[in-house]
């Protein structure tokens, strides 16, 4: 049985996710200055750790795996009782595909309504830490709610740029949450070019996708949650929504950590981890299946699944590695299969789910249910 603990975080540095270089993991860091590509936060993951010893039971939310997390001191923890979503059994979807077991984790029951309060608790949590003044990201929605309300919860600005086409429902939570809110037409790409017109003299703190360490240190958390729940096994296969790829490239550092640490159940193997895109925008997959050397040039159109029009992902190096090591692959949906696929799971399992939007507002009315 589990007991709780007091967490002693086992941050040890941060790395250069190109070259290995070494950073300072105890004041403020962005992307790493040799490459300019994402840092990695690492542990001591060599000493002896188990479970019982670190993993605090009496907290059900993603900090009972503090010791393994970065932030150094709790006084700074900026919590809305994010993380330890449950993991639903699909029985019904499972046989009609086939499937001997067929699992989801439903993130849609964190604070804010996506796996997005993960990262965001985790970033503005070490903002705080830090000293930050304040916060910025460019969204396609589910981020940019996310920081405005942690943001709010620590007492800290937040400035959120989104496209102009965002649904409303999105922008609104923005607004409530008491963030300055600009729209920019066109894809997050270009939202991101905004922040760092709005950002120059660096005054706050950019929290976009992998420009900061700590937001994939909360989205891994995942990985640990479903190893725990799984009782330290791990599925065979595991399908991943990637647009900036945060949560991909998470919770597998999640498994390498548990693997390193023996925390996982004798011969456990790791699962083959399947990256999963809108056809409307699939960088990853036009790489990975070698018909361009990288996403720098690519063009994306919109999508349904808004949070996956990612045109140019900062971790797409990190995401290929993933794939590599996991012998996994890269799927894309149209947009008539994320509506089919939809109101399958909505039909057979009583779930509604929506394309990286919450439950209210999506998909259209004119677009439901889908032809034929």
Sequence with gaps: MLVATPSVPRLRALHCSACGTAYSAFELQRVSVCCAVPLVADYATAEPLTPAESINAADASMWRYGALLPLLDDKYKVTLGEGFTPILPLPRLGALHGLASLLLKDEGQNPTGSFKARGLSMAVSKALELGVAG???????????????????????????????????????????????????????????????????????????????????????????????????????????????????????????????????????????????????????????????????????????????????????????????????????????MLAGMRELGQQEGLFVAPRAPPYGWPPASSWPPAG
């Design 135 to 337: 916060c910025i990201i460019p969204t396609a929605g589910n981020a940019g709610v996310a920081l405005a309300a942690y943001c709010a919860r620590a007492g800290l600005p937040a400035t959120v740029v989104m496209p102009r086409h965002t649904p409303d429902a999105f922008k609104e939570e923005c607004y409530w949450y008491g963030a300055d809110v600009e729209l920019v037409d066109g894809l997050i790409s270009d939202c991101g070019a905004r922040v760092r017109q709005l950002n120059a003299n660096g005054a706050l703190l950019d929290v976009s996708t992998l420009k900061e360490p700590y937001r994939l240190e909360g989205k891994k958390t995942m990985g640990y949650e479903i190893a725990e729940q799984l009782n330290w096994q791990l599925p065979d296969v595991l399908l991943y929504p990637a647009g900036g790829g945060t949560g991909l490239i998470g919770i597998w550092k999640a498994f390498r950590e548990m693997q390193a640490l023996g925390w996982l159940a004798p011969g456990a193997k790791l699962p083959r981890m399947v990256a999963v895109q809108a056809e409307n925008c699939c960088p990853l997959l036009e790489t990975y299946e070698g018909r361009q050397p990288n996403c720098h040039a690519y063009q994306g159109r919109p999508t349904l699944a808004n949070g996956l029009a990612v045109p140019h992902p900062l971790g797409e190096a990190l995401m290929l590695q993933v794939l590599h090591e996991s012998n996994g692959t890269v799927v894309a949906i149209s947009e008539e299969g």
